[in-house]
Every structure is written in structure tokens, then in C-alpha cells.
């Protein structure tokens, strides 16, 4: 709906996801042909809210923007703590490409955590709920860092490209992550129906 509202205009428009910043500022060096699985693992009731940042990260990471092979394990449809919203309890596996993607639910944890399986090691990042990250390379500490909260970075970046017309450095990421959620949608949809996503 949102592209056809804006394809007779000349617009730079600006999805505002962290998943992209997160691996900048983790400071991990992962080429993209050497990642086998991508892992997140999140607390229940969090999952959809969150989705277009997982897809966001794992399209970066995997170079790809088709989802294929798209599963849903063990689900419950749940009423989001956002009100008129859904969310999900369960399991979603799907691929990128050759890269196969889980996000995985579990309860009671501190932090979501972002797994990267390579052909020689285990990257991890952790986003802690008071805003604090850290990223591993085999469990050895690579970076602390800050989350990217919308109100400094978001903030940032739109004076950055609006002060520079002519070269826009960030608002380029809509037609990339319209993508993503539309193809999600479309798979998630052939498995639960009536769903309403934050």
C-alpha cells in the first residue's frame, strides 16, 4: 500500500530499524559466504513486534532478500501487550538464500540474543533491556556498545541527509525492507490468518 502511495513522487524514505546498525557497532568481521545459520532468540512475546529488525538483520547478513522454505513450529497466536496487535509463541525457520534463519522464543530471558554460525566460528550479539550490547566472537568479548535507540540515532541520521540533499547516505532503505516484510507476510499469512502485526 505504502509504494503505491508514493510511487508518482520523487521521496527518500527511511525505515526506522536498528537491525543493520547492530552489526556495524558490534564490530564483527563476518563475510557473508562463510555464514551457514542465523539464530535469534527472543522472549516470548516479542517476536513479531521485532520481526522487520530480524529480517533487516538477516538480509545484510545473508546478502539476500528471498524468504524460502518458510515454517512455523509449534505456535500459539497470542494477543500482543500493544493493544489490537497479535503476537506469536513458537518457532520460525526460513532461508535467505543458502543461509538458513531461526528465530526462536523462550521465556524468561535477560536479553535478546543474535547468534552467527560461520563455517569456522560462533558470533554472538547480545541486546540487553537496558539498552547495553555486547558482541563475541567465539566467546571471546569483541565490543560493548549502546543501542541504537530512535530517539538519538533515528534523530541523527535525518539531519544528516536532510542537511545533504544531494547525496543521501541513509534514507535509502524502504524498497529493500518493504521487501522483506512483504514476502514474511505473505509466507506467515498461509499459516495463520487474521494476523495483525505492530
Known amino acids: 500500500m505504502a509504494r503505491n502511495l508514493i510511487k508518482n513522487y520523487n521521496s527518500s524514505i527511511f525505515v526506522n530499524s536498528w537491525g543493520n546498525e547492530i552489526l556495524i557497532r558490534s564490530k564483527l568481521k563476518t563475510k557473508k559466504s562463510t555464514i551457514k545459520k542465523i539464530e535469534f532468540i527472543v ?23 528471498e524468504i524460502k522454505n518458510f515454517k512455523l513450529k509449534k505456535f500459539k497466536l497470542k494477543i500482543s501487550k500493544r493493544s489490537g496487535f497479535n503476537e506469536i509463541e513458537g518457532n520460525i525457520n526460513f532461508k535467505l538464500g543458502n543461509t538458513q534463519v531461526k528465530i526462536i522464543n523462550k521465556n524468561s530471558i535477560r536479553y535478546h540474543q543474535l547468534n552467527i554460525f560461520t563455517s569456522n566460528n560462533k558470533n554472538i550479539i547480545k541486546i540487553f533491556y537496558d539498552g547495553s550490547c555486547q558482541s563475541f566472537k567465539n566467546k571471546k568479548l569483541i565490543n560493548s556498545f549502546k543501542f541504537p535507540y530512535a ?8 539531519k544528516i541527509d536532510s542537511q545533504n540533499r544531494n547525496k543521501i547516505k541513509y534514507f535509502n532503505n524502504y524498497s529493500t525492507i518493504s521487501k522483506l516484510e512483504e514476502n514474511f507476510l505473505i509466507n506467515i499469512n498461509k499459516k495463520v490468518k487474521k494476523l495483525r502485526i505492530t
Open 43 to 65: 522472549r516470548k512475546g516479542e517476536m513479531l513486534s521485532n520481526v522487520t529488525h530480524f529480517l533487516d538483520i538477516s538480509s545484510s547478513l545473508a546478502g539476500n532478500y
Open 151 to 158: 530517539s538519538k540515532f533515528s534523530e541523527k541520521i535525518f
